[in-house]
Every structure is written in C-alpha cells, then in structure tokens.
C-alpha cells in the first residue's frame, strides 16, 4: 500500500516515532516528528520535515552532507510505512535538529503493528498466584512478541484474564521492557516430551502510545536482523497441537 498526499500528510504528525537508517555512514537514530503550531493547525508539514533526534551531542555534531538520502520508518495507524528522504540541514544546540525533505510517498512494510515476530530467548514473569498476588520472578522460554502483546511457554495451563508482569530484555533502543498484561489464552501443544502450554498474553492499554510505537519500531529491527542473516522469519500456529 502506497500513501501520497492528503494521506501522507496525515502520516506526518506532530511527536510521531521514526527511524532513520544509513549503514554506510552507521547510522540508526530514532526521533519524533516535530511541527510547528502553525502546521500542527493545517494538519501537515510545510517545507521541510523536523525531526528530533533522541542521540548524543556527539554524534549530533557528525552531520552528513546535504543531500544525503535516508531510508526512514514511521509508525502510522497499524503500520510501519518506509519512505527515503534527503538531509538538508541541522539546528543550533543544544536542540538536536535535522531538517528533511519532505516525502512525497511512503510504502507500508507490515500489516499491522501486531505483527508477531519469533525471538529464541528467555524472558522473566510474574505469574498469579492462588489469591490473585504475582509471586516472585521466573524464568520462562519467549515465543514471540509484538506490539500488543507476547506468547511464552509454561509447562502448565494459567488462568484466562489474569493479571501478570514481563519482563523481556535485550530489546534495540528499549534495553529491557517491564510491564504487565493479561493472559488471554493457554494453547496445549503436545511435544515429544510432553505437553507443555502457548500462554498468549496481551499489553492491552498498559502502554503508553509512545511506548507502543517504540516497541513496534524495536520489533520491526529484530525482524529486519533475520532478514540480513538470511534467515526466514517463522510463523507460528498457536492454535492447533503440533
């Protein structure tokens, strides 16, 4: 799908999350979209596109040369879309600044901003113990996660729509998540050592929109890693026993 004009600008909001990557000058700097009140009032950029970088003073002051053109990512309504934008300049500091040319298309990369992505490593849960209480961590296997929620393994089933807290490390731009989600299903899955259970677990509104477009844009990157390996991206049946 492919968003131009009135579309696009709506895309083009004031405080939305983007990407911008440059392998080659090893640049990979996440910012907000910036506007002014008077183009937060027409609805879309004029001129150029603002973006401020979350990144150090150092790395700041390292300005490419005008020209340059970027790949970017920004979160819209259940995407990712991907456009490439040219640098034109940079703000005075202490402000962290770069000025883009302004797309005149942006392509959606995903489906939706659920999207799961599988990710082979140890996460950390809370689960609810008999009088509604989260006992002490424990250490359980990651199945996937996206940006609504997270499904890991446990050798039992556990209550629908309780109550429990994650914590998942190690993830690009984040360092580690800690929030809490409701289980919304326990999927038997028979394996030759037995049965053991999907727990598919939902963040819902307990994150914020900001959090939520940051996780989406870090599973987004741990997609993309697999691709750069070469590796396929597997999809996962939680409802049938394999």
């Not at 008077?38 to 990144?55: C, F, N, S, T």
């Amino acid at each position: 799908m492919t968003l131009e004009g009135d579309k696009l600008a709506a895309l083009l909001k004031h405080n939305a999350s983007i990407h911008i990557i440059e392998t080659a000058l090893d640049i990979d700097y996440y910012g907000t979209l910036e506007l002014s009140e008077e183009e937060q009032a027409a609805g879309h950029p004029a001129g150029a596109l603002a973006v401020r970088l979350d990144i150090s003073v150092g790395k700041f002051v390292n300005t490419p040369d005008a020209g340059r053109v970027f790949q970017c990512h920004l979160t819209g309504p259940g995407c990712v879309y991907h456009f490439a934008a040219a640098y034109r300049s940079a703000s005075q500091l202490p402000d962290t600044i770069w000025y883009l040319d302004l797309p005149t298309r942006a392509e959606r990369i995903q489906l939706r901003d659920f999207v799961r992505v599988p990710i082979p490593m140890s996460i950390e849960v809370k689960l609810p113990g008999d009088h509604g209480s989260l006992k002490n961590y424990a250490e359980v296997d990651l199945i996937d996660i996206s940006g609504g929620g997270l499904c890991f393994v446990h050798h039992e089933p556990l209550i629908i729509d309780a109550r429990l807290a994650v914590r998942v490390p190690d993830l690009p731009h984040i360092g580690t998540l800690e929030t809490e989600g409701t289980i919304r299903r326990a999927t038997p899955i028979e394996t030759n050592l037995g049965m053991t259970y999907h727990i598919g677990v939902s963040f819902g509104d307990v994150l914020t929109t900001r959090e939520r477009e940051r996780l989406v844009q870090s599973i987004y990157q741990l997609q993309q890693s697999y691709l750069r390996r070469g590796l396929k991206v597997p999809q996962i049946d939680h409802t049938k026993r394999s």
